[in-house]
């Protein structure tokens, strides 16, 4: 069983920016698509944007603005939120899918906006 752990998220001003990272518990994570995901209260989860294995092609859905960048770096795959509003406060996950098509989730990670 691959455990997956999301950090980074805290109490953030409005305008600010905050740095998501998703890590596993396994050596191979660089050959998992990973993707970042997340629930606002009361709404369902939503996808922000993914990562194909060793990085190759970050995919957003047309929805997601170009606030949300994801990366690859130091076997971890981060989330950069820019320009954060009250609207972003939401619980944000990570999923990742083995080459065998096994999807593992986090528990979340909370991003709190808020003057």
């Known amino acids: 069983q691959v455990r997956v752990v999301e950090s980074g998220g805290g109490l953030v001003h409005p305008g600010g920016s905050v740095r998501l990272s998703c890590e596993a518990s396994?050596?191979?994570?660089?050959?998992?698509?990973v993707s970042w995901h997340r629930q606002r209260a009361g709404e369902e989860r939503e996808l922000l944007a993914g990562v194909g294995i060793d990085g190759g092609g970050a995919r957003y859905p047309d929805s997601v603005e170009d606030r949300f960048v994801i990366f690859r770096h130091n076997n971890k795959v981060w989330l950069q939120i820019n320009n954060l509003r009250p609207s972003d406060t939401a619980i944000y996950y990570c999923?990742?899918?083995?080459?065998?098509?096994?999807?593992?989730w986090g528990k979340g990670t909370l991003v709190t906006v808020s003057s």
């Open positions: 999923g990742a899918v083995s080459g065998s098509g096994m999807q593992y």
């Open positions: 396994t050596a191979a994570f660089e050959n998992y698509a």
